[in-house]
């Protein structure tokens, strides 16, 4: 089944501890991005890649990393979380082109305490 | 520069009456449009997109959207409320000479009074 996996989904930790959410796609799309969805504001785009080795801030990058080694996985790093990173994460990919539609994951409910 | 507005953060229907979704769009050049649907403790799914081919588009689930270049505009529609309809409803944008970027509006929740 073609699908966009992300763990975990839910998460609740603690300020400053270093934590990964990975994402994995089965499609072999070039194209894979993060946003973080929070109420009032919809999605917002963090990072994205357009292929292996290439990757691009988005609208909110600020306390994130991305790395995208492989074509499959895209893995989302906070560093150092802070309580404003509190959020529904998304990750999503797709065929390039930008009249492909995204796939997305179920998501990753985060909360930093 | 590309922006989303989607005109109503709540619309309520009642069941078996019309449903429609107000999204307006700015775009420099010709922009491919999606409607997608999010239903609790779920990601997004698509429900339709135009990309330059009919400006009428059908799809999943009875929805329809008319992209309408005058206006600027890309309503979504249905012609009878499900109650399995009640989500949230999001209307996206990009370019087709900026792969990189694309703005979603920010929703639509739809709710169904029985």
């Known amino acids: 089944e073609a699908q966009v996996t992300q763990n975990p989904r839910y998460l609740i930790t603690v300020t400053g501890k270093k934590l990964t959410v990975t994402c994995s796609q089965n499609?072999?799309?070039?194209?894979m991005s993060w946003y973080r969805q929070d109420p009032g504001l919809g999605l917002r785009q963090i990072y994205y890649s357009m292929n292996v080795e290439v990757t691009d801030k988005g609208d909110v990058p600020e306390g994130y990393k991305v790395s995208r080694k492989e074509k499959r996985n895209f893995p989302l790093i906070l560093e150092s979380p802070s309580p404003n990173q509190t959020s529904l994460y998304f990750c999503?990919?797709?065929?390039?082109?930008?009249?492909?539609?995204?796939?997305f994951g179920d998501g990753t409910r985060l909360s930093i305490l | 520069a590309q922006s989303v507005t989607q005109l109503d953060s709540h619309v309520s229907v009642s069941e078996g009456t019309p449903v429609l979704l107000r999204c307006n769009y700015s775009?420099?050049?010709?922009?491919?449009l999606f409607w997608y649907v999010q239903h609790p403790n779920k990601g997004l799914q698509l429900l339709l997109k135009y990309t330059s081919a009919a400006t009428l588009v059908k799809g999943i689930n009875g929805f329809e959207a008319e992209f309408k270049k005058s206006e600027t505009s890309f309503h979504l529609t249905k012609p009878s409320a499900h109650m399995s309809d009640a989500a949230e409803y999001f209307c996206v944008v990009s370019d087709w000479n900026r792969d990189d970027k694309i703005i979603f509006g920010k929703g639509t929740r739809l709710h169904i009074l029985p």
């Open positions: 999503a990919s797709r065929l390039q082109g930008n009249n492909q539609p995204q796939h």
């Open positions: 775009s420099s050049y010709s922009p491919s």
């Open positions: 499609m072999n799309h070039e194209y």
